[in-house]
């Protein structure tokens, strides 16, 4: 049975988004090709609210997020984590041999402004990495106190992972001064996994050219190269399926909806989330700083996390269980993409009767 999908990622894509992936292939070294690939870009700019430049990347979110720390660490990465996608990227720094040290809080916590002065302060570090909505805690960073200051270190390149906020929260790049901000297509963007895009700054871009082996696929440098000179082209074969899809829900993203309400959207269904967990259950992670696009919740009454979802797929439904060690203690319904308060009544209604509640 085709099931509803209440996970962080993948989402369910539109009927009309999905269709477009079927568009017949063009060469990929076309002006067409190009085309599509400015059109893209422009509206990620107004999308991610940025002068910027934007690349794209056939690959997952996390293939930008390696490409950032290995190809633009010159002397030290600070990560900062509070949770499975912050140690991700600490794994990726220690894994390519760049210099890194990782500050932690317990899951379920934000990063403090403080944590990132003091360690800036050391003067240690020239790139530091900030998870934006931690998809394994269902916290969201407070991004207007931090970016206030990073900004005192304009030596420091400043990556952001908005894999899983891009398109269901504002996320405000120029104001913030992020020099690389990374998303993938599955999540609230709603497309189908396999494409990833960033942001990226002439200083982060500077940064990356002091930096011998970035790898081949995924420097960033040769990436952007052929965006600037060719232009507008990508240094292999992109996933043409996703672009065309993906220039096609930008458009309905920014002309049809509206980013506005878009963001409202999201933030009025993660209050309606809210509410039902706290009503039968609890919340996992500090009330000041929940996700709009996923809700973390205690699971207070013991239930079977793997059992109601078992059920809940007979019905046509699936949710997540808690990430990792959160496993049983927590599952998390998402909100992200196209989802709507009607779809979440309806999951209510289904977890209600399962349970008994
Ligand atoms: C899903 C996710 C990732 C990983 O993205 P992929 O596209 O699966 O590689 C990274 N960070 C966050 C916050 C995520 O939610």
């Not at 790049?173 to 996994?193: E, F, H, M, R, Y």
């Not at 002439?202 to 232009?231: C, M, R």
Request: with cysteine; hydrophobic share 40%.
């Amino acid at each position: 049975m085709r099931k509803k999908l209440f996970i962080p990622g993948p989402v369910d894509v539109a009927e009309d988004v999905l269709a477009k992936m079927a568009t017949p292939m063009i060469s990929h070294r076309s002006k067409e090709a190009s085309e599509l690939q400015k059109r893209i870009s422009d509206n990620l700019r107004k999308l991610m609210y940025t002068k910027n430049e934007i690349l794209l990347s056939t690959s997952s979110g996390s293939g930008l997020m390696e490409a950032a720390i290995r190809s633009c660490t010159v002397k030290k990465a600070a990560v900062f984590s509070m949770g499975a996608f912050g140690e991700r990227w600490y794994q990726m720094a220690t894994s390519n041999g760049v210099n890194a040290d990782v500050f932690n809080v317990e899951w379920g916590n934000a990063i403090t402004p403080k944590m990132v002065d003091d360690a800036l302060k050391t003067g240690e570090y020239d790139l530091i990495t900030v998870t934006h909505n931690e998809t394994s805690s269902g916290v969201m960073n407070p991004l207007d106190e931090i970016s206030e200051v990073v900004k005192k270190y304009p030596e420091v390149v400043f990556c952001l992972d908005t894999v899983s906020s891009l398109g269901g929260a504002k996320i405000e790049v120029d104001k913030w001064g992020v020099d690389i901000c990374i998303a993938s297509t599955q999540k609230c963007l709603g497309l189908p996994p396999g494409l990833s895009l960033c942001s990226i700054s002439d200083k982060a871009i500077e940064a990356a050219k002091k930096v011998d082996y970035k790898g081949f696929y995924f420097d960033l440098v040769n990436i952007k190269k052929y965006v600037d000179s060719k232009p507008y082209q990508y240094p292999s074969t992109p996933s043409l399926p996703h672009m065309f899809a993906l220039d096609y829900q930008l458009d309905k993203i920014l002309n049809v909806e509206g980013l506005e309400n878009r963001f409202n959207r999201h933030a009025e269904n993660a209050k309606f989330v809210r509410e039902w967990a706290k009503k039968h259950f609890d919340l996992y992670s500090d009330e000041l700083h929940l996700s709009n696009t996923v809700t973390n919740i205690k699971n207070t009454k013991g239930i079977s996390v793997k059992d109601l979802n078992n059920a809940l797929g007979e019905r046509g439904y699936i949710i997540s269980n808690g990430y990792g060690d959160l496993k049983e203690k927590a599952f998390r319904i998402a909100h992200m993409a196209e989802a709507t308060k009607e779809n979440l009544e309806d999951l209510f209604k289904e977890i209600e009767d399962i349970l008994g509640l």
